[in-house]
C-alpha cells in the first residue's frame, strides 16, 4: 500500500474513532435540552433531574462505563469494544427517543452514559496508536473538533426543532441513534490496533493494573487527574451558570442564546485547527499549555471583576473557548495516551476519566448551593479551578513532542 493510501486510513480510522467524542458532547448537550422538558411533562423535582443528569453521559455514568471499558479494551482488543458498545449506546437512546415513563428516562441516560465511557479510552487509544509519530497530536486534535461539533449540531437541530416541543428533542435523540449505528457498520470494517496486537503476542510478561499505581505510572496519573480534573469542574459547571450568563446580559431569546453557545464551540474548533493540531506535534508542549491556562485563567476572572455586560460575557466566551482548544482536554486526551504502556494504556485513561467524570457528578450536587450564595462566588471558585489546573500542568506536563510511543516506553522503563 502506498504511503498516501496509509495515510488516508489513517485519518479515516482517526475520524471514525473520534466520533466518539461527537456523540459523547451531543448527547450531554441533547439530553440537557430533553430534560427541561420532560421535567415539565412528568413533573420531576428538581433533585430527580439532578440526580439524572449527574448519572448520564456528563459524569458518573460515563465514568463507571470508562472504567469498565478502559479494562476490557485492553484485554478484549480495542476494536471489541469501539464496535459493540455503540449498539448500547444506541439502545440507550432508543429508549430516550421512545421514553412515555420516567422510569424509561433514568434508564436510557444511564445506559448511554455507561456506553458512552466506555468509548472513549477505546478511540482515544486506538488514534493514539494509529497515528503517525510525528502527526500524534494532529490526530487528537481532530477527535476534539468533533468533541466541539456534537453540541454546535445539536444545539441547532434544537433550535430548529423548537416548535415541536418533545417531538423535537427525540428527533435530535433519533439522529444520534443512526449515527451509532453508522459507526457500528463502519468500524467493523477496521482493523484492530497493531500495536494491541504485538503487545499480546510479546513475549515479555504483561504488567499488572497494579503497577499503574506506583512510581511513574502512579505520577502520571495524579498529574492528569489533577490537571484535566480541576479542569473539568469548571467545564462541568459552566453549563450550569452559562445560560444565567446570557440571561443577564439581555441574551434572553432562544436563538440568541443557542447563536452565542454555537459561537463559543466554533471559536473552540477554531483553536483547536489553528493552534492545537498545527503546534502540539512541534513546539514545547508544556508552554503551549501554560498560555491556554493564563488565557483560561483571565477570561474567568473578568466574571468574577466585572459587571456582567455584553462586552465582558463575550470576551469571556472567546477567551475561554480560544484558551480550551489547545489547554487541558485536547492535552488530556493526547497526554493520558502517551504516558502508559500499550497493555495499559486503555486501563489507564479509563481510570483517570471515570475519577474525573465521578469528582464532576458529586461536585454537581453542590453547584446549586453554590450559586445561591451570589455568582460572583461561583465565579471566584471556578476562577480557582483554572488556576490549580494550570498550576498543576505546569509543573507536571510531559515533553512527549516529536517521539514516538516506543521511544515514549523505553524512556519510562528507564526512568
Known amino acids: 500500500m502506498s504511503e498516501q493510501a496509509v495515510e488516508r486510513d489513517n485519518w479515516s480510522e482517526t475520524i471514525l474513532a473520534g466520533l466518539a467524542n461527537y456523540i459523547d458532547a451531543g448527547s450531554i448537550v441533547a439530553g440537557a435540552a ?8 412528568y413533573n420531576l423535582s428538581n433533585d430527580f433531574v439532578g440526580l439524572i443528569a449527574a448519572f448520564g453521559p456528563n459524569a458518573i455514568g460515563a465514568g463507571v462505563g470508562a472504567l469498565i471499558g478502559g479494562r476490557l479494551c485492553d484485554k478484549l482488543g480495542r ?3 469501539y ?3 455503540m449498539l448500547i449506546y444506541a439502545a440507550g437512546m432508543l429508549l430516550l427517543v421512545f421514553a412515555v415513563a420516567p422510569w424509561m428516562i433514568v434508564t436510557g441516560f444511564l445506559i448511554v452514559g455507561l456506553a458512552v465511557g466506555a468509548d472513549i479510552p477505546a478511540s482515544w ?5 494509529q497515528a503517525p509519530d510525528k502527526s500524534r497530536g494532529k490526530h487528537s486534535g ?3 473538533v468533533l468533541w466541539y461539533l456534537g453540541p454546535v449540531v445539536v444545539l441547532l437541530m434544537s433550535l430548529a426543532l423548537t416548535s415541536l416541543g418533545e417531538l423535537g428533542a427525540r428527533i435530535v435523540f433519533a439522529h444520534l441513534v443512526v449515527i451509532a449505528l453508522g459507526l457500528t457498520l463502519l468500524r467493523s470494517r477496521m482493523d484492530e490496533s497493531r500495536r494491541w496486537v504485538e503487545a499480546q503476542q ?4 504483561r504488567p499488572k493494573v497494579s503497577t499503574l499505581f506506583k512510581g511513574k505510572h502512579l505520577a502520571s496519573i495524579l498529574g492528569l487527574v489533577g490537571m484535566y480534573g480541576f479542569w473539568n469542574l469548571w467545564a462541568g459547571t459552566n453549563g450550569f451558570f452559562f445560560p444565567y450568563i446570557l440571561r443577564t446580559v439581555g441574551a434572553a431569546t432562544q436563538a440568541q442564546s443557542v447563536a452565542i453557545q454555537a459561537l463559543s464551540f466554533f471559536v473552540g474548533m477554531v483553536s483547536i485547527y489553528l493552534v492545537f493540531m498545527k503546534l502540539a506535534d512541534k513546539v514545547n508542549q508544556r508552554w503551549l499549555f501554560i498560555v491556554s491556562a493564563v ?3 483571565i477570561g474567568m476572572a473578568l466574571l468574577a471583576l466585572f459587571p456582567l455586560t455584553i462586552p465582558i460575557a463575550l470576551l469571556y466566551v472567546v477567551l475561554l473557548q480560544f484558551g480550551g482548544g489547545f489547554g487541558a482536554q485536547s492535552f488530556f486526551q493526547l497526554w493520558s495516551a502517551e504516558q502508559f504502556p500499550t497493555a495499559l494504556r486503555a486501563t489507564a485513561q479509563g481510570v483517570c476519566f471515570a475519577v474525573v467524570r465521578i469528582a464532576l457528578g458529586v461536585f454537581s450536587f453542590f453547584v446549586p448551593m453554590l450559586n ?3 455568582f460572583t462566588n461561583l465565579a471566584w471558585i471556578l476562577t480557582g479551578f483554572l488556576i490549580m489546573s494550570g498550576l498543576i500542568g505546569a509543573l507536571w506536563a510531559p515533553r512527549n513532542e516529536g517521539k514516538s510511543l516506543d521511544q515514549l516506553e523505553a524512556e519510562r522503563r528507564t526512568a
Open 34 to 41: 430533553a430534560l427541561a422538558l420532560w421535567q415539565e411533562s
Open 79 to 81: 476494536k471489541k469494544i
Open 83 to 85: 464496535q459493540w458498545d
Open 125 to 129: 487509544s486506538l488514534i493514539a496508536e
Open 142 to 144: 481532530v477527535a476534539q
Open 202 to 205: 510479546s513475549e515479555h510478561p
Open 295 to 297: 488565557i483560561q485563567v
Open 372 to 374: 445561591a450564595t451570589g
